[in-house]
C-alpha cells in the first residue's frame, strides 16, 4: 500500500502497461468512487469494460488502497497462471488463484508451499489464512481466462464455480471479478452457481474527453511540468478522432466521445521522452513536434513488432504484413480473425501471443 512517489526528471507517464498499487491514478476519480461504493454495499461484484479501458489500472492504483482502509485486499489474482492439466486431479483455475493470493500477500503471512495449495479448496484456504470475523475482499483480474483456459474442460470450471459459490456464502469475503465484456454472455451458464447470480454489475467505459485531459493535466504536473490549455486539448482532440462510416460506405474522420487509456499512456510517455530538458512548459508547438498522435502510435508499434521479431527482417515483414491484411481493413479500421490451432490465419500463435502480451 505504499505510495509510489514519481522523482523529478522520472517519466510520470507507465506506457503501455498497468498501473501499480501505490501509483496515482488521475481521470478517474468518479469510477473509482462508484465501483468502491458498490462493491462495499453489493459485496459480489462483476466489473466488466472494452478492451484497453483500464481496468487492471483501476482495480491496482485505485480501488484496492481504497478498500484497504476498511478490508484486507488479497489479490488481484488470475485463473490462468497454472499451467498444468487436470491429469494430476487438481483443479489448474482454483490452483492458479491461490497462487495468486499467496504472491500478493502481505508481510508477516505464513507462506503455504505448492503441494499443501494443491490439497485446499477456496473455502480452506480462506479459513486457514483469514483472522477470525476478519472481513476480507478477494480480487479476480482478467477473469475471462477462466472461460478461454482449456475451454474443453467444462466439470473443471463447473467444480471452480462451485467453490466459489460455496466460498462467498461466507458474509465476511467480498468479490470483486474483472473481466473483458465481450465475455460476458459465456459467462452465463456458471453464473448461477455463484450467490448474486453475478447480477451486480459496474461497465468501465473508455476516458471521457474531459477525464482524459484531466488526465494528462494532472500527470505532467506529478513529473514537475505544467502543460498550456491549448497543447492538452490539441492532444485530445487528437487521441479522439475516429474514422466514421457513412451511408455510402465511405469514412470520414470525426473528434468521437472518448479516448483509449492504452494509446494516452504510450503517446504521452513518447511525447515526455522528446521533450527538451529543462524545459518545464508543453504548449502547442511541443505537441505538433513531438507528440503527434500517429507518429507515437507508429513509433511503438515498429519498436514492438521488431522485439518480437529478433532483428529477423523476414519474420517483421511476415508480421506486418499480418497485422495489415488480417486486423486492418482496407478502408483502415479495426477487424477480427480467428485464433487457429498453431496458427492463426497464416501466423505462428508464439507471435500471436507476444503481440497480445
Do not use: A, Q, V
Given at each position: 500500500g505504499t505510495a509510489v512517489k514519481v522523482e523529478a526528471g522520472d517519466n510520470p507517464f507507465v506506457g503501455p502497461r498497468p498501473?501499480?498499487?501505490?501509483?496515482?491514478?488521475?481521470?478517474?476519480?468518479?469510477?473509482?468512487?462508484?465501483?468502491?461504493?458498490?462493491?462495499?454495499?453489493?459485496?459480489i461484484v462483476l466489473l466488466y469494460s472494452p478492451s484497453g479501458a483500464g481496468k487492471s489500472s483501476l482495480i491496482q492504483a485505485g480501488l484496492v488502497p481504497r478498500m484497504r482502509k476498511r478490508f484486507e485486499v488479497w489479490g488481484p489474482t488470475r485463473v490462468n497462471q497454472s499451467l498444468e492439466s487436470q491429469s494430476d486431479g487438481v483443479n489448474r483455475y482454483v490452483r492458479s488463484a491461490l497462487l495468486g493470493f499467496e504472491q500478493t500477500a502481505l508481510a508477516g503471512h505464513r507462506r503455504n508451499k505448492p503441494e499443501e495449495l494443491a490439497k485446499m479448496t477456496l473455502s480452506q484456504y480462506v479459513a486457514g489464512r483469514r483472522e477470525k470475523a476478519q472481513n476480507i475482499v478477494v480480487i479476480f483480474d482478467q477473469f475471462e481466462e477462466v472461460l478461454t483456459a482449456d475451454p474443453l474442460a467444462i466439470e473443471a470450471k463447473r467444480e471452480f464455480f462451485e467453490q466459489l459459490g460455496d466460498l462467498l456464502l461466507d458474509p465476511h469475503v467480498w468479490a470483486l471479478f474483472a473481466l473483458r465484456e465481450d465475455y460476458l454472455a459465456m459467462l452465463d451458464p456458471y453464473a448461477e452457481l455463484v450467490p448474486t447470480h453475478l447480477k451486480n454489475g459496474f461497465r468501465l467505459d473508455l476516458l471521457r474527453q474531459d477525464s482524459a485531459r484531466d488526465a494528462v493535466t494532472s500527470t505532467v504536473a506529478e513529473g514537475g511540468r505544467r502543460i498550456e490549455v491549448t497543447a492538452v486539448s490539441k492532444l485530445v482532440n487528437d487521441l479522439a478522432t475516429i474514422k466514421v462510416q457513412q451511408q455510402d460506405g465511405t469514412f470520414v474522420k470525426q473528434v468521437g466521445l472518448y479516448v483509449e487509456p492504452l494509446q494516452l499512456q504510450v503517446v504521452c510517455r513518447g511525447l515526455w521522452e522528446r521533450m527538451p530538458e529543462g524545459k518545464q512548459t508543453i504548449d502547442l508547438a511541443d505537441i505538433e513536434q513531438f507528440g503527434d498522435v500517429t507518429d507515437a502510435l507508429s513509433s511503438y508499434y515498429a519498436s514492438e513488432v521488431a522485439r518480437i521479431s529478433e532483428g529477423d527482417l523476414k519474420i517483421e515483414r511476415t508480421i506486418r504484413e499480418w497485422i495489415g491484411e488480417r486486423l486492418i481493413t482496407a478502408n483502415g479500421i479495426r477487424r477480427q480473425t480467428l485464433r487457429g490451432a498453431g496458427s492463426s490465419e497464416g501466423l505462428n500463435n508464439e507471435f500471436v501471443v507476444n503481440l497480445v502480451n
Open positions: 498501473f501499480e498499487t501505490g501509483r496515482k491514478i488521475f481521470g478517474r476519480n468518479r469510477e473509482i468512487d462508484d465501483l468502491y461504493y458498490l462493491l462495499s454495499g453489493k459485496r
